[in-house]
């Protein structure tokens, strides 16, 4: 159980501290990207321009899906247009039907896949079900939000680490 909570990478940023070089280090083919604070903010309907370059640098070189646990598929279906990217919401990860999907889509071996999130217990765990290698990023939050507290992911990683999981900046 610890294995499958474990991530290969912690980048100890956000996504944007993920890089073509990165990528290349770890033979990364193609990507999986959870949404709701892994790329926006929570509720956020709109990509900002920092994601939609980010996109364009990475699309150049490695295949792009974006999978998320929100239902809603409108607001999922039109992050994804904005950035012109194939998604699936409703996803029910840690499942890892939705994610097989994706990477068979992209035509890719397995662990030639990374899924990339912000969370332990869905998109690490999904990820490391299937095989893929995982990559655990800072979430993405409103900075008009007072708030800074994501309780339900802090609870993950003090679960996590309770049970040996080691999340130090690889």
């Known amino acids: 159980m610890i294995n499958l909570l474990e991530p290969n990478l ?3 940023g956000t996504i944007f ?3 073509p070089v ?3 280090k770890h033979n990364i083919k193609g990507l999986i990207l959870d949404v709701d604070e892994t790329l926006v903010p929570f509720k956020q309907k709109e990509t900002s321009r920092e994601l939609q370059q980010w996109i364009s ?3 150049l070189t ?3 899906w974006l999978v998320s646990n929100n239902i809603s598929h409108s607001r999922i279906g039109n992050i994804a247009q904005s950035v012109d990217l194939p998604f699936i919401s409703a996803a029910k990860k840690p499942s890892r039907r939705k994610l097989q999907q994706a990477a068979t889509a992209m035509d890719l071996p397995i662990e030639h896949v990374a899924m990339v999130g912000d969370r332990l217990f869905t ?3 999904a990820g490391n079900r299937l095989g893929m290698f995982t990559i655990l990023v ?3 939050i409103d900075p008009l939000v007072a708030v ?3 309780p339900i992911r802090d609870f993950e990683i003090w679960l996590s680490q309770l049970l040996g999981v080691s999340l130090a900046k690889k």
Do not use: F, K, M
């Open 17 to 19: 501290d993920l890089t």
């Open 10 to 12: 912690v980048l100890g």
């Open 123 to 125: 998109d690490v765990l």
């Open 138 to 140: 800072e979430p993405i």
């Open 22 to 24: 990165t990528l290349q």
């Open 57 to 59: 640098q990475i699309r």
């Open 148 to 150: 800074r507290s994501h």
């Open 62 to 64: 490695t295949p792009i």
